[in-house]
């Protein structure tokens, strides 16, 4: 489980805007090769399943 900050798309940050979350980690990286640690995503499902995108630096474990 982790804690964190959604990741907005630079075109979507007009009407759209980052949200605090805790969710359990599906996937981490950027799907891309050659992408750095500063860039790598996290994907993580909330509680009522949807997934949201984070960056990898922006999240954090979450409390037990």
Not at 3 to 15: D, F, I, L, N, S
């Amino acid at each position: 489980m982790v804690t964190g900050t959604t990741y907005v798309e630079p075109a979507e940050r007009g009407h759209t805007a980052p949200q605090e979350f805790t969710g359990e980690v599906v996937q981490i990286g950027s799907g891309w090769a050659g992408v750095d640690v500063p860039n790598a995503y996290l994907w993580a499902r909330l509680p009522s399943g949807l997934e949201v995108k984070a960056l990898l630096h922006d999240c954090r474990r979450a409390a037990r």
